[in-house]
């Protein structure tokens, strides 16, 4: 078998195919063949960490591990990059939504928040709707990766992560660090008390959430499912929505082939069908 360029561990396309089926049955992430490098590089350092021998030795002890090495397995492979206000037009789609919501608590689902940056927006959304630092919304956020929620959790950005920001919000809802905390940021503790971090697998059969919600944001995560994945975590979502509820998709995220169960209303945000025809 052939070594794909690579010095310090062997690493074969059968390791490269052990590796995408793992992860396809964990978490519902394809990797394309273009990924064998970024294969190669995020799981050398855990074997050079566990000091072992090879791709071999480390998968074989992966499929043999209950939680632990599992969790170091996904959190190497997924991919969180994400930013405050990504895909801005989103946000203002929400305000509106969040003021047209009947009075009382009203939910919200950043279903694969990565580090942070999207349910913060979201709260920061919610805060500027409302005019005030507790609006009447909690936030859930969870992720498949627990160490991008406990970065999360903490809420500390390198303050380029905050640049595009208007220094009215910059202002509002960071705390500029000094001294040893120059260079960085933190949430402010009104907008940390609205969101609750927790970790969720999309693909798991049961999902530890309950009731329902006025929004779910399930961004830039369908891209790594293929289409039958995609369409099953669909369905599960839209169980969890409001009749009236809106489900946001990433920028390059069509839902088209679940047409039975979500309509487009808007550029990447669509709402129940269901709800839709008891609406018309
Ligand atoms: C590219 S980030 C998107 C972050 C944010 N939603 C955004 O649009 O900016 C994708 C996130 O999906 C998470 N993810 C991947 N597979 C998942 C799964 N099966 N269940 C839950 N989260 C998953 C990754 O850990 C990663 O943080």
């Given at each position: 078998m052939e070594n794909i360029g690579h010095t310090e561990f062997t690493f074969n396309s059968e390791d490269f195919e052990r590796v995408r089926k793992l992860i396809h049955a964990r978490a519902g992430i394809s990797l394309a063949d273009s990924k064998q490098n970024l294969v190669y590089s995020r799981l050398s350092r855990r074997i050079r960490k566990l000091g072992m021998r090879g791709f071999t030795q480390y998968l074989d002890f992966l499929e043999r591990s209950h939680g632990e090495e599992w969790t170091e397995f996904t959190n190497a492979l997924t991919t969180n990059l994400t930013s405050f206000f990504r895909e801005a037009h989103h946000f203002d789609i929400l305000r509106e939504h969040l003021l047209s919501q009947p009075a009382g608590k009203i939910r919200l689902w950043s279903a694969a928040s990565s580090t942070g940056e999207e349910p913060y927006s979201m709260a920061i959304t919610a805060c500027e709707a409302f005019n005030s630092e507790c609006p009447p919304v909690e936030i859930i956020a969870t992720d498949l990766d627990t160490q991008v929620l406990e970065k999360a959790a903490r809420g500390v950005y390198s303050i380029?992560?905050?640049?595009?920001?208007?220094k009215e919000r910059q202002k509002k809802h960071f705390m500029k660090g000094g001294g040893p905390n120059a260079g960085q940021c933190r949430v402010k503790e009104h907008l940390r008390r609205m969101v609750t971090f927790r970790q969720l697998n999309l693909?798991?059969?049961?999902?530890?959430?309950?009731g329902q919600f006025s929004a779910i944001f399930c961004r830039n995560v369908m891209i790594y499912f293929d289409k039958d994945t995609q369409y099953r975590v669909i369905a599960k979502l839209v169980r969890h929505l409001n009749p009236d509820g809106l489900l946001f998709a990433g920028h390059s995220e069509s839902f088209f082939h679940a047409a039975d169960l979500v309509?487009?209303?808007?550029?990447t945000v669509y709402r129940?069908?269901?709800?839709?025809?008891?609406?018309?």
């Open positions: 380029d992560r905050i640049a595009g920001l208007s693909l798991a059969p049961s999902w530890h959430i309950e309509r487009s209303c808007g550029k129940p069908v269901q709800n839709m025809k008891e609406a018309s």
